[in-house]
């Protein structure tokens, strides 16, 4: 039975309590290919056969993200809406960093509510007018999704903020998640209006559309698709208190590029990846890379920039020269603090006024000289809890400004109003210090529009009164807490919950010699400038094209329901071995190597009981039976264990040891390979192992007659990987001088004699064949591990060999869909069991012995 978690997408968009009013009509595409319009009124199928001949080279991206950046307003006396692009808006800046041969289309809601009757109208106006595609979310359904699920929920789990009682009003509320994914639905819907998905390119911006490349990968296998995330991603501790995390998880890896702000962040995903789904990924030239079902996501970093022209323009407003001069004078003779931030519980307000009560009391010789501006921007959402920030920072400032305040001074001065563009750059430019005090922030750009500022332009020189040209200084105290922390070297990072700490980086900060803040600056100033808004833009495009570079070399199909569908993506010589077609050409040879891996083969690694089950004796029995058949199990597991549990296979060959031991048939003698001469390296490998074993939890040592074997499968993923690769590092340095090599594997740390590999087991396997009376023609070999990749060389390399007159049908197959040397794969050992059956059947279409029989029957009892 499914998980509640795991409902259908189906279910979240057509329960009754989501039935809302449908968008009046389809709106008409974005004509890009001249001539060519798809109709988006079809099947709604995949983009395998669309073939769109391409006659104008023009690039379109789609942006898609909770809002458009528009501004809206309604005319009382006509009763028409006006709209405007608004100036201050991310996504309007973005797209300096774009070719001018580049379109772009927004997709995206309304900050207001357009009645149904109007819809019609104004989506062709924003359409026609600003290429825009309004997705207008019904009053009852955008309450749930945006000021419910997005901001009582996401946004504060993302700000490390766990839901420990009801009475905080953010436990979890399926009803809120269903409104959420309808959401999401309805924004791709609007996508799918307007893609072109062969050329397009779609980047989906923030937390609140986390779902939505799941249902536009659903529609078109090949989409173009990248996201990222503005906001914090907690660590996987936080993240997994979150009923619906794997859905979201997997409805993430379902984008192409997937971008943080900063390593933290993207560090922290990747923990919960492989935590909560198990995937390993791994940087792979510059570029992390994690693998799913055959598709390699990206993963980008790259903090996000300010739009320098946008911000020059309004130092060079008349209007900032006038307020410049008003400024100075208020704070004539005053060392001027800036802080300037949103009114909601993560921006620490509250904790950098203590500080500066804090600095006030130990440095009375600042009092009447320090005042903090603290301008307040509009809270972006509502509740209680931003409603007592509001209070606490009200109360603090009043008992600041009481206590050390006099006529005509004022520590502390709040402005809780719209402040215009012009107004804070100059405050940006006449502040010494500006101060952010996030307890935590996804990116936070006040400091980078603070350098700006105090780097100026001539005209805001002439204001300030001083000479073009001359040395610039700013100083900055910064939480360590905010996405841009880690790109300000020079910055005084703090916590902001240790007050005094912050009290005595702000005393710092006015109290450094000009050099220093000159020197400090400078260093700021070339990574702002050089890593603006349009650089960020420009990266992010770039990255996505290499990520979706191989899109049509791979065959795609589809699997898995509601959010948990995805992408199986293959080479197209890379495909799924069909019984069918194997037993057909099984029926047509009559000489026979089969090769087959023990764990994770016929065995699944999750498996409590390693032995085999009844139905793979009976099934190697049954193969085995055939004289036309040498069938071989080729493990890396002791002689012993293997000896015990393949006791009833009288001819089944075994391999123990990766090869170091081998035995044709039951009554068979072992062979112990001739490569090596002694295990003395094992008195130097065993204490280096041993205290790794004792410094990670769950893990352990499996000793072999011809090798050594780490696990730490048990162990804590992340600390078990990482010990891994220094054990991998730590052996490789101490046995350099001996006999063997150290691999990795499948949660293992392995050391064994050179030359001893399976690929050696199979070909000495083939070539006694190819010597005797009749050479094979037909060989199989499967394998889930990097050790049986040699098995699928060595077969390869000998049944092609010159020595045989007519090469064999080889079936090398990897258990499941990964890059491997083999040609087919098979999803997992039920496959695996279901296509030896297969053969077996064919096996036993010939008599067969009473005693073959009566096996077979104690087998299936």
């Known amino acids: 039975m499914l998980s509640r978690s795991c409902i259908s997408l189906s279910d979240l968009t057509t329960g009754d309590i989501l039935k809302f009013p449908q968008t009046p009509r389809s709106l008409p595409r974005v004509i890009t290919v001249p001539g060519i319009i798809s109709d988006i009124d079809g099947d709604g199928s995949n983009d395998e056969d669309v ?32 709209f405007n692009l608004d100036e201050d808006a991310l996504l309007l800046h973005l797209k300096d960093g774009f070719s001018s041969d580049t379109d772009v289309v927004y997709v995206g809601s309304l900050k207001v509510d357009v009645g149904a009757s109007e819809q019609e109208e104004v989506s062709q106006k924003l359409l026609d007018e600003f290429n825009c595609v309004p997705t207008f979310l019904p009053p009852e359904l955008h309450g749930k999704f945006y000021h419910g699920f997005c901001k009582q929920y996401l946004w504060p789990l993302f700000h490390y903020m766990l839901p ?42 923030d937390y609140h559309l986390m779902v939505l490349p799941t249902f536009l990968r659903k529609h078109f296998y090949r989409v173009k698709l990248g996201f990222f995330l503005h906001s914090p991603f907690p660590s996987s501790e936080i993240y997994r208190t979150l009923p619906i995390r794997d859905e979201i998880l997997k409805a993430l890896l379902n984008a192409d590029l997937i971008g943080f702000h900063t390593f933290d962040y993207a560090r922290h995903f990747l923990s919960c990846c492989s935590r909560m789904l198990g995937l390993d990924y791994e940087s792979k030239r510059g570029y992390i890379g994690l693998d799913y079902f055959g598709r390699t996501v990206n993963i980008k970093i790259l903090p996000v920039g300010i739009h320098m022209g946008r911000l020059e323009c309004a130092l060079n407003h008349p209007s900032s020269s006038i307020k410049i001069q008003e400024i100075r004078e208020q704070f004539k003779g005053k060392k001027l ?28 010789e600042l009092r009447g000289k320090l ?33 050390f305040g006099f006529p005509g001074y004022e520590p502390v001065i709040l402005i809780d109003r719209p402040v215009p563009l012009y107004e804070k750059t100059a405050y940006y ?11 935590r922030d996804g990116m936070n750009l006040t400091p980078y529009k603070y350098i700006v500022c105090r780097q100026g332009t001539p005209k805001m020189d002439e204001a300030l009164e001083i000479a073009t040209g001359s040395p610039r200084t700013s100083a900055l105290v910064v939480s360590e807490f905010i996405g841009c922390s880690p790109s300000l070297s020079g910055a005084i990072r703090v916590n902001p919950w240790d007050i005094d700490a912050v009290a005595d980086a702000v005393t710092l900060a006015i109290t450094m010699p000009d050099i220093e803040k000159q020197l400090r600056h400078e260093k700021h100033y070339r990574y702002v400038s050089s890593h603006d808004v349009a650089y960020w833009a420009r990266s992010f495009v770039h990255d996505l094209e290499r990520a979706c570079n191989d899109h049509y070399t791979k065959r795609c199909w589809g699997i898995g329901f509601g959010l948990s569908f995805r992408i199986l993506s293959l080479s197209p010589s890379f495909r799924k071995l069909s019984i069918d077609h194997i037993v057909s050409a099984y029926k047509k040879t009559c000489r026979r190597a089969i090769f087959l891996d023990y764990d994770g083969t016929v065995v699944p690694h999750a498996s409590i009981i390693k032995s085999p089950s009844p139905e793979v004796i009976s099934v190697l029995n049954n193969l085995c039976s055939d004289p036309m058949n040498t069938v071989f199990i080729v493990s890396g597991r002791g002689k012993s264990s293997l000896s015990d549990w393949f006791a009833r296979c009288e001819n089944l060959g075994i391999a123990a040891e990766h090869g170091y031991f081998i035995r044709w048939r039951r009554t068979s003698n072992w062979e112990t390979s001739s490569l090596v001469a002694d295990c003395d390296w094992k008195r130097i490998a065993e204490p280096v192992m041993k205290s790794y074993t004792e410094a990670t939890d769950g893990s352990y040592i499996e000793t072999k007659e011809s090798a050594l074997v780490w696990h730490h499968q048990d162990a804590d993923p992340d600390f078990g990987s990482c010990q891994a690769k220094e054990l991998l590092d730590h052996l490789e340095n101490v046995l350099t001088n001996e006999p063997v090599v150290v691999k990795r594997g499948q949660h293992i740390v392995e050391v064994k004699p050179q030359g001893v590999t399976k690929g050696l087991v199979a070909e000495k396997v083939l070539l006694t064949m190819i010597r005797g009376t009749k050479p094979p023609d037909f060989v199989m070999c499967i394998g889930d591990d990097r050790s049986d990749e040699d098995m699928f060389e060595s077969i390869l390399k000998t049944g092609y060999s010159s020595s045989l007159p007519n090469p064999p049908e080889i079936f090398a197959c990897t258990v499941g869909q990964k890059p491997s040397k083999a040609k087919y794969y098979l999803d997992d050992t039920t496959d695996v069991l279901m ?10 279409l010939k008599p067969r012995t009473s005693t073959e029989i009566q096996v077979s029957f104690e087998n299936s009892v």
Not at 66 to 79: C, E
Not at 176 to 188: G, R, T
Not at 345 to 363: D, N, P, R, T, Y
């Open 835 to 844: 296509l030896l059956q297969g053969l077996a059947t064919a096996t036993n």
């Open 371 to 403: 005042t903090l501006v603290q301008i307040v921007n509009p809270a972006r959402s509502t509740g209680k809890d931003v409603q007592e920030a509001k209070r606490e920072t009200y109360r603090t400032t009043k008992r600041i400004n009481d206590t």
């Open 337 to 364: 603090i800036l802080g300037v931030d949103d009114m909601d519980i993560f921006k620490g307000i509250s904790l950098k006024l203590l500080a500066i009560e804090q600095l006030l009391e130990q440095h009375q």
């Open 164 to 205: 420990f009682s009801s009475d905080q009003g953010n436990q979890f509320d399926r009803s809120l998640w269903q409104a959420y994914v309808s959401a999401n639905k309805i924004f791709a819907d609007k996508v799918m209006e307007v893609i072109n998905p062969e050329d397009d390119y779609v980047w989906v911006h």
């Open 51 to 82: 073939n769109s001949p391409l006659v104008e080279n023009r690039k379109k991206i789609i942006i898609v993200s909770n809002f458009l950046p528009l501004n809206a307003q309604k005319d009382t006396k006509s009763g028409r809406w006006c």
């Open 429 to 439: 430019a006449l502040a010494e210090c500006c101060i952010v005090n996030a307890v």
